[in-house]
């Protein structure tokens, strides 16, 4: 499409990107015959309910993950274990920004919406959580490293495939990040069936995307301080303790606003 004219603003985005975004996508519109199969006919189906307090589970969720996040990021800096960069990337900014906003929106869709919803069916609330999140975390290193394909072709695709396990080449980095997506997957899946809504994860998992992006445009690591901190901010013990405090905050304000009935 690029090379005949069509669509030029796709010769920007990194194929890759575009590849594992794509499979999402494709995922998702393509469970109707699983949902089909399970008879599920509506939102209530999977335990879902219209919210109409959306705005606000929304813009706290974006609080709860980022602001503690940032703190975090600061306190690194502060300890020379981060430094800052001597210039800032605008357009890469922008890319997080647009990560925050349709990525979080795509998977909490996906994985907490439709996956876990069909899971629920099951009776089986804490397998259902733990598969979901299992899958969710092992997802994130089905990717071919950037830039894999710089020529695209129409076996592009194929090469992603062929080189999307390249990741796990370093065992002990995947454990260590695979733990910390692990955790975030549960709490995303625990917001979404105490609120019985989509709006508080979704606004979760923009809030820790936009805090991680904007933290990596302002910030580059200067030591690595393994097991506590790895290559970023969602890898090791210390981001590990950070997820989990916003999840006793999370819970703290579920029970405040519902009143305890959550």
């Known amino acids: 499409m690029i090379a005949h004219g069509f669509s030029p603003f796709l010769a920007k985005v990194d194929f890759e990107t575009f590849f594992h975004r794509a499979i999402l996508i494709a995922a998702a519109a393509l469970l109707w015959p699983l949902l089909r199969l399970t008879d599920t ?8 309910a219209p919210n109409s307090r959306w705005v606000r589970d929304l813009f706290t969720g974006i609080l709860l993950s980022a602001i503690p996040l940032l703190c975090c ?8 274990i981060y430094s800052l960069r001597h210039s800032f990337a605008w357009i890469a900014f922008g890319k997080t920004v647009a990560a ?13 919406g439709l996956v876990l919803g069909v899971l629920l069916r099951t009776g089986r609330q804490y397998m259902s959580i733990f598969a ?13 490293p950037e830039r894999t394909s710089t020529f695209v072709t129409w076996t592009s695709g194929l090469n992603s495939i062929a080189h999307s396990f390249a990741r ?11 733990t910390t997506l692990f955790l975030i997957g549960w709490i995303l899946a625990d917001g979404r069936l105490r609120t019985r809504s989509l709006w508080l994860p979704i606004g979760l998992h923009a809030g820790w ?7 990596n445009r302002v910030a580059h690591r200067g030591i690595l301080e393994l097991p506590w901190l790895g290559k970023n901010l969602f890898v090791g013990i210390v981001p590990l303790g950070i997820a989990g405090l916003t999840w006793v905050i999370m819970r703290s304000w579920l029970r405040y606003v519902y009143g305890g009935k959550v």
């Open 41 to 48: 006919r509506g939102m209530a189906d999977l335990q879902l």
């Open 100 to 112: 925050s906003i349709a990525v979080p929106v795509i998977e909490e869709t996906f994985f907490r």
């Open 132 to 144: 979901t999140s299992a899958i969710f975390s092992l997802i994130h290193f089905l990717k071919a």
């Open 73 to 80: 990021g600061v306190l690194f800096i502060a300890f020379h």
């Open 168 to 178: 796990f080449g370093d065992p002990m980095s995947v454990a260590a990040m695979f």
């Open 209 to 215: 995307i936009f805090a991680a992006g904007a933290f």
